[in-house]
């Protein structure tokens, strides 16, 4: 980039500050300077200004050639100061490079040759040399020394980024506050020196405290803000990338994770960037790829990982991915003793590196040799592990109650078991509650699975069912008891959102007239990146949220009417039916049996609506209701003669969800509705009263039947609110809807598994998705959703459920309809009509439901089309 010719063309020492300020402006004037053939000292400030832009844009090897020339010169100039500064410079590089031998030599002989303010800036670049190969102790003593010297000299900018440093080397060895202090400090200093790089790097670090004391929304929040000013200088950064994968396994998502991890690896490689960094990427996509259940992935990455840091003397970040490999490993296989002898020795190793994740160091082994029946050397490590249990962040102390919670299993204590599980749940909820994304609320319920899991097996094992329905409770859809946080007026997430619907109007026109779409593809899955890392970064409001299910109150609230929980423990089901007083448990067939079962019988039902069969109606009608007899055996076995003669409430787990509960024998003729817990069922039967009366019909574009049920429906009630043909927006629905007692919502809808909060409907401007429904201040009391699979949801964290119905039960709506097949909009018209004469009249949703299907089976069609449907929630 040539100079600025209305800027005066700074001398030498001038550059320096610049190439990390506004580095393509220093790597201009740097070339002017050198075109001008300076004298040595002059030039060699011009190729030390170079060398560092191509180190920061990856490029090494020509960042080391030009601090190798840059020596030359300076010590051609006669100058053993700049001799001493190019040296240090270069040690740096090296140490980029994966030549750490070299670079602790070079950086050694700049300090020796040094004094004075030099010294200072010198001795930081040993320090953070030291930091990034793991010697945090001998780092911190030379970044000490810096930090006093350059405070001394008036040194701002060198002073910040000793103090940068520091704060990463207290980080590692646990010293928050002090970390705190200086990256504080560090960022006054460079906002006031005008850094525009390093300003940006002081909000990484800000990331990395935030989220080493558990404020992941903060985290979030700033590594999104530093891409962004990366984004602006051009520079991509592998450490903001690595912290990024940190932030997003914390918040439970580890495949956007590896993505990240994946994709700066590719940059890195196209740059022929830092072969330190690369070594770290490795080490951040091994740990996403775990995280992501990909073992052998995990392993090829942590191999890379190991070999790198043990070529580069990296010995803090060789021992954390052997760690990894353990873990992977572990994942892969059964534990052998060998691999218990590799867990110890890590354990050993972090312990003397006074590592953070030393308890899970000590977790693992203590797994390990819980496997291999070595009792007491597992009670060893997991007491190790179990120590952090009353300090640190959530999720350290969660692993921590976990390991004393395996470590009471193995004690034979049951008290202790039970007392240690509830404790870490304990503190997950409290991580929760800080959360205001949805998506990370119920991704969260992730890290508390095995803690549920526990207190499942235990009550089992006691053949206490009520028990299992408190413990099945405790972790179940917990994400849904915390209120809704409804999102700021954020400009920039309102206009991601506004985008995503103009792009998604363009492309179905685009697909729809066979016009290329790769632009507008990329373009929609950028905006929606976009929409939803802005999401994340709202905060939780109510940390007191009541989780879980008071059994009592909920078999009073039952009467003689049944609920019937269904329970994953270890791939099998049992059923707990709940009602007359008593809690009893049967049990039934393997999950994964239920869920091929579920598969089959939602095909047959979309075939039959839709006529893609080579059978007659009537003959692929039997079919289907024979994959309903069979889904009846495998989901509620001898439950099933248990049912009473009331109501039914059914709560499956969070992969069972899509049920065409209708479908099976002993459930056709009732009053059924599905809840995601017992506890959030419970609550609707006791939210307050309905909304203000209003009743909003909406139609969307494009449906076959026209909406033509509306035209009935609106006639049942007095001055509904109507809105189609060019008035269904999102805002007017919105606005509609916000506290009305029902909505009619007649649209076609998508939904998303890989994005389930981009599910949505279709309506006149483009996709009304969740995240524009959680802009509800109040939500309607009623829902009915009359096309397509509005119904469905993703399953998520341990179990919760992710989509258009569990966002609507999360703002406060009560009941809906929905359907979880693919439903034929036309032969839907008189079933939503039937289901509206009974609304109207007082009934409730499950049994307006059920009689609205017996009023309109008249053929094969319409009969699947009934079966499709489902109620939600509570009447």
């Not at 602006?232 to 903001?240: E, I, N, R, V």
């Not at 997003?248 to 940059?267: C, I, K, M, T, V």
């Not at 892969?332 to 590799?342: F, M, T």
């Not at 056709?668 to 995601?676: H, I, L, M, N, Y």
Request: glycine share 10%; proline share 5%.
């Amino acid at each position: 980039m040539p100079a600025d010719p209305q800027l005066p063309r700074p001398d030498g020492p001038g550059l320096l500050p610049l190439a990390l300020s506004r580095p393509k402006e220093a790597l201009g004037r740097a070339r002017d300077l050198l075109a001008t053939g300076p004298p040595p000292l002059e030039a060699s400030f011009a190729r030390q200004a170079i060398g560092i832009v191509l180190r920061e844009f990856g490029d090494i090897d020509a960042a080391v050639r030009e601090l190798e020339t840059a020596r030359h010169l300076a010590r051609r100039s006669g100058s053993a100061e700049r001799e001493a500064d190019v040296r240090a410079t270069l040690g740096v590089a090296l140490a980029f490079a994966g030549r750490t031998t070299a670079a602790r030599n070079t950086l050694d002989a700049a300090v020796r040759q040094s004094s004075g303010h030099l010294h200072g800036r010198i001795l930081l670049r040993r320090g953070g040399v030291l930091s990034t190969l793991g010697h945090h102790r001998d780092a911190l003593s030379d970044l000490n020394s810096a930090v006093v010297a350059l405070r001394a000299a008036g040194d701002p900018i060198w002073e910040a980024r000793a103090r940068t440093e520091r704060a990463t080397c207290n980080l590692a060895l646990g010293g928050v506050t002090r970390a705190a202090a200086d990256l504080r400090r560090a960022e006054e200093l460079f906002n006031a020196t005008g850094q525009e790089l390093e300003s940006a790097d002081a909000i990484v670090h800000r990331g990395v405290l935030a989220l080493r004391i558990g404020d992941l929304p903060e985290a979030l929040a700033c590594f999104d803000h530093a891409a962004e000013r990366f984004a602006k200088l051009g520079l991509p950064d592998p450490t903001l990338s690595v912290q990024r994968c940190a932030a997003l396994l914390a918040a439970g998502l580890p495949r956007d994770a590896l993505d990240e991890a994946h994709a700066a690896l590719s940059q890195l490689e196209r740059s022929r960037g830092q072969a330190t960094k690369k070594a770290e990427l490795e080490l951040a996509a091994a740990g996403c790829a775990l995280a992501a259940g990909q073992s052998d992935a995990a392993l090829r990455h942590a191999g890379r990982a190991a070999e790198l840091f043990d070529g580069q003397r990296r010995r803090w970040w060789r021992a954390h991915a052997r760690l990894v490999k353990v873990r992977a490993r572990l994942a892969a296989g059964p534990a052998d003793s060998v691999l218990l002898r590799e867990a110890e020795h890590c354990a050993r190793e972090l312990a003397a590196l006074s590592s953070p994740d030393l308890a899970l160091a000590h977790l693992i082994a203590g797994r390990l040799a819980l496997g291999l029946g070595r009792t007491g050397t597992a009670r060893t490590h997991l007491a190790a592990a179990a120590r952090g249990r009353r300090h640190g962040p959530a999720l350290s102390r969660a692993v921590a109650w976990l390991a004393e919670a395996l470590r009471a299993d193995a004690d034979g204590d049951p008290a202790r078991l039970m007392r240690a599980c509830r404790r870490g749940l304990d503190v997950l909820d409290q991580h929760r509650a800080t959360l205001g994304s949805s998506e990370l609320r119920a991704q969260a319920s992730a890290h508390g699975a095995e803690l549920a899991a526990l207190g499942q097996r235990h009550a089992l094992r006691l053949g206490r069912p009520r028990l299992l329905l408190a413990w099945s409770e405790r972790w179940r859809a917990t994400a849904l008891a915390v209120p809704a946080v409804r999102p700021p007026d954020d400009e920039r997430l309102q206009a991601d959102l506004a985008a995503i619907r103009a792009v998604t109007d363009r492309l179905a026109h685009a697909r729809a007239q066979g016009l290329p779409t790769t632009h507008l593809a990329g373009e929609q899955l950028r905006l929606e990146r976009a929409a939803r890392a802005r999401a994340r970064h709202a905060r939780g409001q109510d940390a007191g949220a009541a989780t879980g299910c008071d059994v009592p109150a909920l078999l009073a609230e039952l009467g003689p009417d049944r609920l019937l929980e269904l329970v994953d423990v270890d791939g099998r089901l049992h059923v707990l039916v709940c009602g007359s007083g008593l809690v009893r448990r049967y049990p039934a067939g393997s999950v994964e049996e239920a869920s091929r079962g579920i598969d089959i019988a939602r095909f047959g039902l979309s075939r039959l609506a839709h006529g893609r069969s080579t059978l007659s109606p009537a003959d692929l009608l039997a079919q289907v209701e024979g994959s309903g007899r069979a889904l009846e055996r495998v989901l509620l076995g001898d439950a099933a003669r248990h049912l009473g003669d009331g109501e039914v409430v059914i709560v499956p787990p969070g992969r069972l969800h899509a049920v065409p509960w209708a479908l099976l024998p002993s459930l056709r003729d009732r009053s059924v509705s599905v809840a995601p817990s017992a506890g959030t069922w419970l609550r609707a039967r006791r939210a307050g009263p309905p909304g203000d009366g209003r009743v909003v019909l909406v139609r969307g574009p494009g449906l076959r039947s026209e909406g033509a049920e509306l035209r009935d429906i609106a006639p049942e009630y007095p001055a509904p609110v109507v809105l189609g043909e060019g008035t269904a927006t999102v805002s007017r629905i919105l606005d509609a809807m916000d506290g009305a007692r029902l909505a009619h919502v007649a649209a076609h809808g998508t939904f998303r598994a890989d994005s389930p909060l981009f599910s949505a409907l279709r309506v006149d401007d483009g996709p009304l998705t969740v995240y524009d429904l959680e802009r509800l201040r109040r939500a309607p009391r009623q829902v009915v959703l009359s096309s397509c699979d509005s119904g469905l949801t993703a399953p998520t964290g341990a179990d919760e459920l992710l989509g258009l119905a569990s966002s609507l039960i999360q703002l406060g709506t009560t009941g809906i309809v929905a359907s979880v097949v693919l439903v034929n909009d036309g032969a839907a018209v008189p079933l939503m009509v039937e289901l509206h004469r009974r609304l109207a009249r007082g009934a409730c949703l499950p049994a307006a439901l059920r009689d609205a299907r017996r009023a309109t089976s008249a053929d094969p069609v319409a009969t699947a089309t009934g079966l499709s449907f489902v109620a939600l929630g509570a009447c």
